[in-house]
């Protein structure tokens, strides 16, 4: 493909380019046509900012090129693989220099956690509310507020490898032949097929498994989750610690839409709801807390939810937007 | 001498990030009408050519692969997002442009608003077109299919309401 000198640029092509229309030689055409001549570059200008001020969807937005190169440039110099390609190189001292090297590249790579080498062309963010969503393996996300995933560059054709800030309940399509790689931090959370939660926050990464097998790994140090324990890296002394059957669905409840209260306070009540339903809860009343109550709901409206805590402990609710006040006349 | 080697090579590939990136930006955002997912198409497609570089020779050719690259990654891009049903939901979601609305008055600057008013005095094919390409975010074969015209059309029509913006908004620009 080359840009094309006989390419006619006018408003004609330039709307079709503000479209979102122009194939790559049509755009490539217009871009060189605007470096030719300053009321060229202008013209464009003219129709782009008419475009982008008519109503319509997202206006655009130069970016901090010097930022986006920095971000770049790091990515580049973490993997530092220069090209040597087209240069020859002779002789045995060459020959064993590079062995060594490929030596050392192949030791760091094992030792490092991969995730300067991934590319990742896709992303999903949940801001205020939770989202749920299909990746093309077919396996299943829903992501926490404020919680982003990135999804490798062609993923599910060279591999299966995603990375996590904030929270996410994964339920992993199992492909025996291709493991599904989570990078949270600096710890690799790898699975071959299997349901579990993910919560990456300030202190710790936190895994816990409803089903199946995951390892939590980071350089040498592993260890295996299995289902109905918690598996948890602490980041200020680097280290794994195993929970065996110390699983908390609740703490996954804005994915699940389920919640388990066997004995369960209301103080704890509080965080799961919190937790599932995005809403801030507060016990007006001390003596509150400590009420406990056994019960089960399966995605359950939080009205619904509401009313049955309310008139199970025998206090009462009342709602104001996203926050809820629990209360007990009398005390 | 890999050193200096690695040098050449870096300081040849932040030239053509300087001379393409915000083009290739600009382009992307065409298509995906993201500004963060332009940036992330573009970042990959960087990191693509630093991988390839070996193999392109000669400025022509660099810039048709960017320009190529950043294409297919941005359809890619699009065709995934539709599966996941999450494209559009922005565009689906819009209103209407033309309803009175204070907030959006708020706002919206004065060429914004001048725009609003010229649009009204579009022709009505044209201002129709206009809408659905700008406003509904519609590709230009889903327009000439709903409205049962050619693409040809399309891009005449667009072309027009550009000159007619420019031509009542001069003085605004």
């Given amino acids: ?331 | 001498m890999q050193d200096k080697y690695y040098k050449n090579q870096m300081a040849e590939y932040c030239r053509l990030f300087h001379a393409y990136y915000a083009k290739l930006h600009r382009y992307a955002f065409t298509m995906l009408k993201e500004n963060s997912a332009a940036e992330d198409i573009v970042q990959t497609v960087f990191l693509k050519l630093w991988e390839k570089k070996g193999q392109l020779l000669g400025e022509e050719k660099v810039g048709s692969y960017l320009y190529k690259s950043t294409y297919n990654l941005s359809l890619n891009y699009i065709r995934d997002s539709k599966t996941r049903g999450k494209h559009k939901q922005d565009a689906a979601q819009a209103i209407d442009p033309l309803v009175d609305n204070t907030h959006d008055k708020i706002l919206a600057t004065d060429l914004s608003l001048r725009i609003r008013g010229v649009m009204e005095e579009l022709p009505p094919q044209c201002r129709l077109i206009f809408l659905k390409s700008r406003v509904e975010g519609k590709k230009y074969a889903e327009i000439a299919s709903e409205l049962n015209i050619s693409v040809k059309t399309i891009e005449v029509q667009i072309g027009k309401a550009l000159k007619v913006f420019r031509e009542k908004l001069k003085d605004y620009l």
């Fill in chain 1, 1 to 331: 493909m080359r840009h094309d000198s006989d390419i006619q640029i006018d408003l004609q092509l330039i709307g079709k380019y503000l479209a979102g229309e122009a194939s790559p030689e049509e755009a490539f055409s217009i871009d060189v046509w605007r470096g030719k001549a300053p009321e060229n570059n202008e013209l464009f200008e003219v129709a782009a900012r008419l475009w982008d001020e008519a109503p319509g969807g997202e206006i655009y937005r130069r970016p901090h090129q010097i930022d986006e190169w920095l971000k770049l440039k790091e990515i580049i110099e973490k993997e530092r693989k220069p090209f040597i390609g087209r240069r020859l190189y002779t002789g045995w001292k060459v020959a064993a220099a590079l062995i060594v090297l490929m030596g050392f590249a192949i030791f760091f790579y094992l030792m490092q956690p991969h995730t300067a080498s991934v590319m990742y062309s896709e992303r999903i963010d949940a801001k205020t509310m939770a989202v749920k969503d299909t990746l093309r393996d077919s396996s299943v996300v829903v992501l926490f507020p404020q919680s982003r995933l990135r999804i490798q560059d062609r993923f599910a054709q060279t591999g299966r490898k995603v990375r996590l800030e904030g929270q996410g309940y994964f339920s992993v399509k199992r492909m025996s032949d291709s493991p599904f790689t989570i990078y949270a931090d600096s710890i690799e959370i790898i699975v071959l097929g299997t349901v579990f939660n993910v919560k990456n926050d300030v202190k710790k990464v936190t895994v816990s498994v409803e089903s199946g097998i995951v390892k939590m790994k980071k350089n040498a140090k592993s260890i295996v989750v299995t289902a109905g324990s918690s598996g948890v890296f602490y980041k200020s002394n680097d280290r794994f610690v195993l929970y065996r059957d110390s699983l908390d669905r609740n703490s996954y409840g804005y994915a699940t839409r389920s919640l388990y209260f066997y004995s369960t306070s209301l103080a704890h009540v509080k965080e799961a709801l919190e937790n599932t339903y995005g809403v801030r809860v507060i016990l007006e009343n001390k003596a509150l807390d400590s009420l406990r109550i056994n019960t089960q709901f399966n995605d359950r409206s939080l009205d619904y939810v509401l009313k049955v805590i309310s008139a199970s402990l025998d206090i009462q609710y009342r709602r104001k937007d996203d926050t809820i006040y629990f209360f007990k006349n009398g005390l």
